[in-house]
């Protein structure tokens, strides 16, 4: 893909459903008793992954367009599959997978692409054998043995990362258990299970305690059918409010993203750094609330912020973006610092070593470090940059080169399509 620099965005922008939620409607609406429509389901690769494997469990599934219709089977309804579960490129869906499959009377065999299959499986592994769950995986890698059992022991875990898939993980197990199952959280991470769960008429109590957040589900809990909508995907907003607000002149307008408090810190960054972002018509559907975004350009950002370092507990808010916020780093006075985010290192790739190699070779003043990096304000010139097979960082690549002198380069940019397959031809149309 070849991108050439832009002086400014134009237009207003239609943004795939989100995949966060996406993967959450589906899963759950398979666990419910009934039949649900959902509406703006996200187009995303790592989505079709999670209706192909339920598909393959004995789910009816119906699409039109980015409307999905699940006939759900109950909780333990599911049957075996004749062939492995092949979750892709997509972490969310081997992981809630896993806490279904768990609890189930049969056995599942997980599996995934290349990236996926270099990816830690302990972290759903430990909690799932805890519940009584067996689970076979060489070196904690898939391909991943899940022998199922009905039902499984109620435990109280403590997470031991910031995580949302394995809390979702056990809280989806949790819903199969004996009695009660709850999840410690020390650092809040994306709430979507929580708030969707209770959309499908589930409990879940959470409390709080000295050192994080108890999240507890019941197993005598059932779902039932509800219709839902899926707000535009925030993290997919990322890449053009970025691209926006650096560049002069631009104008630009999201409709429906959305703004759950547990996910976008990365407005509330962009805004400190001195984004101009209006948020209007602010509602809430399906339990997640979200909101129409206009972002204009006004060139020289200026921080408003007294330090340009993002760590601590706001790094799991935003951990899908920041790729896309270290490139904002080279557009912004003093640039930006993230520390604290080695769970990069494990992403669809190693995230800090794909921002800092592209970076380079864009000329940006980058430095790494195990748990982040420091990108300072830099002219960039186009290159030839690499995607590394992670969609992240080919969009946010694409921005980076709106911003360079030159054309840029990224090979194997077709990854996109994981989360966003219309990006590029979106960006060209609104790219002036
Ligand atoms: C996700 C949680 C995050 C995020 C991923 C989607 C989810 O992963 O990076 O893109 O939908 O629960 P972790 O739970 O590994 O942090």
Redesign the pocket.
Known sequence: MKIQPAANLQGEINLPGD??IS??AALFSALAEGTTRIENFATSADCASTLSCLAQLGVEISQENSTVTVKGVGKTGFQSADNPLDCGNS??TV??LAGILAGQNFDSVLTGDESLSGRPMKRVIEPLTAMNALLEATENHLPMKVHGKNPLKAISYEAK????????CVLLAGLNSDGKTSVLEKTP??D??ERMLRWFGVEVAETEKENGKLITVSGDANLTAKDLFVPSDV?SAAFFLVAAACLKGSEIVLRAVGLNPTRNAVVEVLRAFGAEIEIFNEREIGNEPLGDLRVRGGGNLQPKLSSNILRGKII?NL??EIPILAVFGTQIEGGIEIREAS?LR??ESDRIKSVVENLRKMNARVEEFDDGLRVGKSDLKGARVKSFGDHRIAMAFAVAALFARGETEITNAECAAVSFPAFFEILQSVAK
Do not use: F, P, W, Y
Request: aromatic fraction near 0%; glycine fraction near 4%.
């Open positions: 995949k966060s993967h959450r972490g969310t992981r809630l990362i910031a995580s949302a898939q394995v809390k979702s991470t994306r979507h299970t993290s799991a951990i899908d769970e494990v992403k």
